[in-house]
């Protein structure tokens, strides 16, 4: 069965946050998950491989502006759907 982005998402996060950390769509990776610049970084490589996203195909703009959970769902598939189009006009 294939995972939702959501759902990789969380597996993702799950593993670098402690276990006593609720994730939700409204946590803040910053504020609320404690996440650095560093940890960012290596949260979105993991992601986008994981979902064979190149992280090339993301503007600064796009990631200086993730601030949720949420906002990394959106983003993920918003590229999906772009790969797809993409695909099938080829």
Known sequence: MK???YQ???ESLSNQLDDNIEITPDSRLKEDLGFPSIKMIMFFTDVTTKMNISIMDF?????????????????LTQKLQKNETNKNTI
């Not at 503007?59 to 983003?75: A, F, G």
């Open 3 to 5: 995972q939702s982005t």
């Open 8 to 10: 990789i998402i969380i």
């Open 59 to 75: 503007t600064d703009y796009e990631l200086i502006n993730i601030q949720t959970v949420n906002d990394v769902n959106e983003l």
